[in-house]
């Protein structure tokens, strides 16, 4: 959980009486919130959660700490928190999110903030976790959308101007959107409802033959002016593919370097917000003003050797420049690397098909200011892809056997935070319910998983939060081992992305809790694929199994294409054990489909059993009773 309540940190839960403190202080200690109490509730609380105690009245407290948090989760009615938040309330950019909880904890309630400040994806998380019922009012959750002032946010897009009220009113009207996308990802498009009201023209003829739209969302690098007189509303988001390669002389002030790309961008009509990082030679990595603009801007300071910055071809190089630095070029060959680094892996050893790649969008400029010291040459180019700017996280999800309830609160919460959900159609269906309006589902059939978790971790080094699902444990026969064995193929750093693992309860513990207590001595599970195993070593495991009397999980124990592993396995157990040895097979457990048989080890070829199917074969102490499986463990004596 820690991972996810990152991005809602710092987060405050306030209470009023004994019952909302006890309410409010598991989720205290799961998202690490500090929960504010009177003095009346102090013999509450335990150490374990961060506690501080106001002594005045709430209405009197809650204004010295109304900025200091990102969230604010009140135990309390929903009138008192409104009458209490409506002095402090700015806009929804600047407000923080505002969650409201019910002291049966039943409801949560998305109150203030719910796309800005995301308090609609806390009331979610909130939910999950007390087992509750999330509300949300928000017009475009209700219609299956993402709302229009966070689409992009995923991809780490800027807002930039416009109507955004407007805007959003005609969506949540279901009238006709006309979305301009010029560059940035294009996920969010793919995963709409089907009957969403965005129509999506691309070039001036599609515009012109498109359904006259009531309001237009504009996705480019381009900053627009939009007439304050049109009827049309209109918005902007700016994706951060505009890397801008910075020349500079020692000493240049930040000053002269932010007035000589403001020039540059309002010459060009670019949108500031569109930057994604600044670009130079390695022998300014140091530079003052460089680096304090890059502070000041929260932007990503990308260095390279004069070397491979001489093997760019660039339109404007200067031998001064090659006598100086060692590279005809800074500020156009930086910004042209800038935008294809992400490419640099494949394609530095080509360097004529690095050099083809036409990306440069404005040529180097030279700025000097009256007062400032130094000079910038300032150049920018286009990248293919977008900068997200946030750190990408994997989560590895166990769902368990497919009922919700059989489920564990964080996997839930997990499934419902992500930016995109992964996983074998069959078990995302399973947890529909759980899935949000904007989230990214990718479905794929049982035997791409080594292209899931390729597709897992190219999304997540991307900057998205991305939940790979698997049924039962993720770590047992899951997903889980295939994930962290291409990020350590790959050179995986193990800190980016971020990786959290989500256990869930494993298909043979499903199986056995239907059949009784088969599993209180020693077990273990072997897997009868020999699709990525040698049939020589699923057949030595057996033996040794059979042999040593463990109780037997059996996990793939048929498919369409392979049928004759199950008969060898049990020709295998008749040799070592009892003919009457009980078995349990046990197909889609907790599921609608679910089907039980109990039979003996002589007669389990007489069933029929799938690639769902479990089943369990005891040891030599195992019976039946009452058809109940059980397996003494040894506490009442021989």
């Known amino acids: 959980m820690n991972l996810i309540s990152q991005e809602f940190k710092p987060i405050a839960a306030i209470a009023t009486t004994p019952t909302a403190a006890k309410l409010l202080q598991p989720i205290c200690q799961t998202l690490e919130a500090t929960l504010w109490i009177p003095k009346s509730c102090q013999h509450t609380t335990n150490s374990s959660v961060d506690v501080k105690v106001y002594s005045d009245s709430l209405k009197n407290h809650l204004p010295t700490i109304w900025q200091d948090y990102c969230a604010i989760v009140f135990c309390l009615a929903s009138g008192a928190v409104v009458r209490l938040i409506s002095p402090l309330l700015q806009d929804k950019y600047r407000d923080p999110a505002v969650v409201v909880i019910d002291e049966a904890g039943k409801f949560v309630i998305s109150l203030c903030s719910g796309h800005q400040g995301g308090a609609e994806k806390l009331t979610h998380l909130l939910a999950r976790l007390m087992n509750g019922t999330p509300v949300i009012t928000g017009a475009s959750h209700n219609l299956g959308l993402p709302g229009v002032d966070i689409l992009g946010k995923p991809f780490g897009w800027q807002r930039g101007e416009g109507d955004w009220n407007k805007v959003s009113g005609v969506v949540a009207r279901g009238?006709?959107?006309?979305?301009?996308?010029e560059v940035g990802s294009t996920l969010w498009q793919e995963h709409l409802p089907q009957n969403h009201p965005f129509d999506f023209g691309f070039h001036e003829a599609s515009v012109r033959s498109s359904p006259t739209p009531k309001a237009r969302i504009w996705i480019s690098f381009t900053q627009r002016q939009?007439?304050?007189?049109?009827?049309?509303p209109k918005v902007q988001w700016h994706p951060r593919v505009l890397w801008i390669g910075v020349g500079c002389e020692r000493g240049t002030s930040k000053k002269l370097i932010a007035t000589a790309i403001q020039e540059v961008f309002r010459a060009h009509h670019l949108a500031e917000g569109a930057i994604a990082g600044i670009a130079t030679i390695n022998i300014k990595a140091d530079e003052v003003g460089l680096v304090e603009f890059c502070q000041e801007r929260n932007l990503p300071l990308h260095t390279f050797s004069a070397e491979v910055l001489s093997s760019i071809e660039v339109p404007t190089p200067s031998n001064i420049v090659?006598?100086?630095?060692?590279?005809?070029?800074?500020?156009?060959?930086?910004?042209?690397?800038?935008?294809?680094?992400?490419?640099?892996?494949?394609?530095?050893?080509?360097?004529k098909e690095l050099n083809s790649l036409t990306n440069l969008l404005v040529s180097k400029q030279i700025f000097?200011?009256?007062?400032?010291?130094?000079?910038?040459?300032?150049?920018?180019?286009?990248?293919?892809?977008?900068?997200?700017?946030?750190?990408?996280?994997?989560?590895?999800?166990?769902?368990?056997?497919?009922?919700?309830?059989?489920?564990?609160?964080?996997?839930?919460?997990?499934?419902?935070?992500?930016?995109?959900?992964?996983?074998?159609?069959?078990?995302?269906?399973?947890?529909?319910?759980?899935?949000?309006?904007g989230q990214i589902v990718e479905k794929m059939p049982i035997t791409q998983e080594r292209k899931r978790a390729a597709r897992a971790i190219e999304l997540a080094n991307f900057g998205l939060t991305v939940a790979v699902v698997s049924s039962g444990d993720c770590g047992i026969y899951?997903?889980?081992?295939?994930?962290?064995?291409?990020?350590?193929?790959?050179?995986?750093?193990?800190?980016?992305?971020?990786?959290?693992?989500?256990?869930?309860?494993?298909a043979i513990q499903a199986a056995a809790a239907r059949i009784g207590a088969p599993l209180m001595h020693d077990f273990c599970a072997i897997s009868l694929s020999d699709l990525l195993t040698p049939w020589e070593v699923i057949e030595k495991r057996l033996i040794a199994v059979a042999i040593a009397d463990f109780v037997v999980a059996i996990y793939n124990p048929k498919s369409q294409n392979r049928t004759e592993q199950l008969v060898k396995a049990v020709n295998i157990f008749l040799e070592h054990r009892q003919p009457q040895t009980p078995v349990a097979i046990i197909r889609g457990a907790y599921r609608e489909n679910e089907e039980i048989t109990l039979t003996n080890?002589?007669?389990?070829?007489?069933?029929?059993?799938?690639?769902?199917?479990?089943?369990?074969?005891?040891?030599?102490?195992?019976?039946?009773y009452s058809n109940w499986m059980i397996t003494p463990r040894g506490y009442l004596g021989v």
């Open 478 to 506: 899951g997903m889980a081992g295939l994930v962290l064995e291409q990020l350590r193929a790959g050179g995986w750093n193990g800190k980016i992305p971020m990786v959290e693992i989500f256990p869930g309860v494993s």
């Open 601 to 624: 080890l002589d007669k389990l070829l007489e069933v029929d059993v799938d690639m769902l199917t479990i089943i369990l074969i005891g040891n030599e102490s195992t019976g039946i």
């Open 322 to 351: 090659a006598l100086e630095v060692g590279t005809p070029s800074v500020a156009e060959a930086a910004a042209i690397l800038g935008a294809r680094q992400f490419l640099l892996g494949v394609m530095m050893e080509d360097k």
């Open 175 to 181: 009238e006709t959107v006309q979305v301009i996308q």
């Open 368 to 437: 000097r200011i009256e007062g400032e010291s130094g000079a910038a040459t300032i150049a920018v180019a286009v990248a293919e892809k977008e900068y997200t700017g946030r750190t990408g996280k994997l989560l590895l999800v166990g769902i368990g056997p497919g009922k919700l309830e059989q489920m564990t609160s964080a996997a839930q919460t997990a499934v419902s935070y992500a930016d995109v959900v992964i996983g074998y159609s069959l078990y995302v269906d399973l947890i529909q319910s759980l899935l949000n309006p």
């Open 226 to 232: 939009f007439s304050p007189d049109s009827d049309l």
